[in-house]
Every structure is written in structure tokens, then in C-alpha cells.
């Protein structure tokens, strides 16, 4: 299980951090990541961080946010900086064992929370 938490409503240029409390499986041992969807838009792979702490990046938003983990909390986290309006999504996270980025392959999804960007 999932639970993602930490969005609200942020003017661009403000910062956010986003969590994501897990449970119910080896969390240290899945790859985890972001993947956003905005309104009438495609979903959206944001950050991966895989099981070794290397993290990975879209181009949209390399340099602005940040993955981390904290395996003893059993958590990932999602920093957010200098938001731009079309970062607004709903933010989800996920878990994956088969080392791949594609959200179509991840074994775990929670239920997501809203980022809207917005003065």
C-alpha cells in the first residue's frame, strides 16, 4: 500500500515536498517513483529512484525537483522548487520490482495528491 501526501495550492516559483508512506511490501527492495496527470492529459512518468538510491529524472523537471528515500521510515519524498504552472497534477507514487520506467509495469500505485501551481 501507498499513501502519498504533502500537495496544496503554491504560487510558481514556490517549493513543495511530497511523501509517500509505504507498507505491505520489502520497501528497500522495489524501485520507486513519481508520475504525475494533469487534466485531459496523458500520465506523466516524473522521478524514478531505484532500489541502489540512483535517481533518475524527466527532462521536464531535471534540476528543479529531487527524489529521496528514507528506508528506515519506510518513505519517499518528492522535493518540488521552482514550480511552474504546468507542474499543476495530481502527483502519484509507485513501486516497481521489474526495473523499468514505464508506469504501465509498476506493481504499486497510491492515490495520489494534488499540486496546483497557481498566483
Known amino acids: 500500500q501507498l499513501q502519498a501526501s504533502g500537495g496544496g495550492l503554491v504560487q510558481p516559483g514556490g517549493s513543495l515536498r511530497l511523501s509517500c508512506a509505504a507498507s505491505g511490501f520489502t520497501f528497500g527492495s522495489y524501485d520507486m517513483s513519481w508520475v504525475r496527470q494533469a487534466p485531459g492529459k496523458a500520465r506523466e512518468w516524473v522521478s524514478l529512484i531505484n532500489s541502489g538510491g540512483t535517481p533518475y529524472y524527466a527532462n521536464s523537471v531535471k534540476g528543479r525537483f529531487t527524489i529521496s528515500t528514507d528506508n528506515e521510515k519506510n518513505t519517499m519524498y518528492l522535493h518540488l522548487t521552482s514550480l511552474k504552472p504546468e507542474d499543476t497534477a495530481v502527483y502519484h507514487c509507485?513501486?516497481?520490482?521489474?526495473?523499468?520506467?514505464?508506469?504501465?509495469?509498476?506493481?504499486?500505485w497510491g492515490q495520489g495528491t494534488q499540486v496546483t501551481v497557481s498566483s
Open positions: 509507485a513501486a516497481s520490482s521489474r526495473n523499468t520506467f514505464n508506469p504501465r509495469e509498476f506493481d504499486y
